[in-house]
């Protein structure tokens, strides 16, 4: 693709003949790629001058071809994380949890349906606040239900070879060969022990944490009430969110609507009428039901073997970055409801009424639950322990505590298992910091 180069006119030449005048113009373009093999574009330079004298006019063109290599569009930059970040403080039990949603937006909200109430007009739902299955995350749902399972499964085996202690005085929880020294203990008897930890060996619960909701039929029904509150089974947290997200469990049906649902404001105009539950569905002791509860799932499975313990431990990783993963796509569709004082929680557009919150100021409340919009970590708690570098070192101490780091207990089993630990756990791990020696603290600033 060659262009021609526009001459220079005769008008911009200097009429003295005496003077040497020269005139200069230059063009310059891009061709497009020469192959597709070679990343490379071929850049073309034309320049042209006009030498005048006392005797003669010379034109001369020059071409300068060079090639450049082309930036690779495709190429995506990695995120970068942060070096030794601290995790944020817990909030204070005597206070209630911060809202998830700005509470002025929830309030924009709050006057826009009043305001469409008042004028008679339907809220507008879309699915799932309509109660009808949104079709695209389905086979999320699934995936979900299975990384479940395998995480139950791979944890349980896990734990026959790594050794996790428990303090039975609070919650803490330690993945190593022994307890650790550090005096953290907030239990009851605390003080007599100088905040040391009571350590007793753990099991699978205090590495996946049971989180447990009701389990509804209908989740736009009948709420469930103080009394009726034993009519209902109560199964992980997890579960029934992807039951309700479209899985199939004939030991928990669940109603699937195929008009939706109306509403006035606040108020429930059509459901499709209310169905009751079907009974007897549900079999007791069933394998599907046990693959799901966490609940004497070290006992079911035999420990692995030496040479299977890495596999193992990178496909429990693997399903827990699904599940956590999984879980967050659902939740930004799916209504879930947490208390903001106490840890309860209800999967469905609106909490229930049993009076079972024992947290702050719960006799103003009448033991009920103030519920809010939840967050992944409530329904899915990653229980943050202490990283080990040598889980048979010696054991950790007060003294030394701002050199070591974090980790969710899932991803520290399963990192001294012998997985690989993902990107996003690596900053609070604090894994590019030596630990100093005992004689060693009292020389670090």
Not at 75 to 96: C, E, G, I, R
């Amino acid at each position: 693709m060659l262009q021609t180069v526009p001459p220079v006119t005769s008008s911009l030449w200097n009429s003295n003949p005496s003077q040497r005048v020269v005139q200069k113009g230059s063009m310059e373009f891009k061709s497009p790629q020469l192959s597709s093999i070679s990343p490379h574009n071929l850049l073309l330079k034309f320049r042209c001058e006009h030498l005048q004298n006392a005797e003669s006019t010379s034109s001369r063109t020059f071409l300068c071809a060079s090639r450049r290599p082309l930036q690779d569009l495709s190429f995506k930059k990695q995120k970068a994380y942060p070096q030794n970040v601290d995790l944020p403080t817990l909030p204070p039990k005597k206070k209630k949890k911060p809202y998830p949603i700005p509470i002025e937006k929830i309030r924009q909200v709050a006057k826009k349906d009043k305001r469409l109430a008042e004028m008679g007009i339907e809220k507008p739902l879309e699915p799932p606040k309509n109660g009808i299955l949104v079709p695209d995350l389905i086979h999320v749902a699934y995936e979900v239900i299975d990384a479940w399972k395998l995480l139950i499964k791979g944890l349980a085996q896990l734990l026959h070879v790594i050794p996790v202690y428990g303090c039975s005085e609070c919650s803490e929880v330690h993945v190593a060969h022994s307890g650790h020294h550090i005096q953290n203990c907030q239990g009851a008897t605390a003080a007599k022990r100088r905040s040391f930890h009571s350590w007793v060996r753990g099991s699978i619960n205090d590495i996946l944490l049971p989180v447990e909701s009701y389990h509804l039929y209908d989740p736009f029904g009948r709420r469930i009430k103080h009394e009726s509150r034993f009519d209902y089974d109560r199964i992980p947290a997890v579960v029934e969110l992807c039951i309700q997200a479209g899985v199939d469990i004939p030991e928990y049906p669940s109603r699937r609507r195929t008009k939706p649902i109306r509403m006035l404001g606040k108020k429930v105009i059509d459901c499709g009428g209310f169905v009751e539950e079907p009974r007897p569905w549900r079999s007791r002791g069933s394998s599907a039901l046990s693959d799901l509860d966490t609940d004497g799932a070290c006992g079911r499975l035999p420990p692995p073997s030496l040479a299977d313990v890495p596999r193992i431990a990178q496909e429990t990783m693997d399903a827990y970055e699904v599940v956590r993963l999984g879980v967050t796509k659902l939740m930004r569709k799916y209504s879930v409801k947490a208390c903001g004082y106490c840890p309860e929680v209800h999967i469905g557009p609106w909490g229930h009424n049993v009076k079972l919150c024992g947290a702050f100021k719960h006799q103003w409340r009448d033991g009920k639950h103030g519920w809010q919009d939840a967050v992944v970590d409530e329904v899915f708690p990653p229980n943050y322990v202490w990283h080990i570098q040598d889980p048979k070192g010696p054991p950790l101490r007060s003294a030394l505590k701002r050199y070591y780091g974090k980790a969710p207990a899932v991803v520290e089993v399963c990192m001294q298992a012998g997985a690989q630990v993902p990107e996003q756990y690596k900053p609070t791990m604090r894994l590019d910091i030596i630990v100093p020696g005992s004689e060693e603290v009292d020389l670090v600033a």
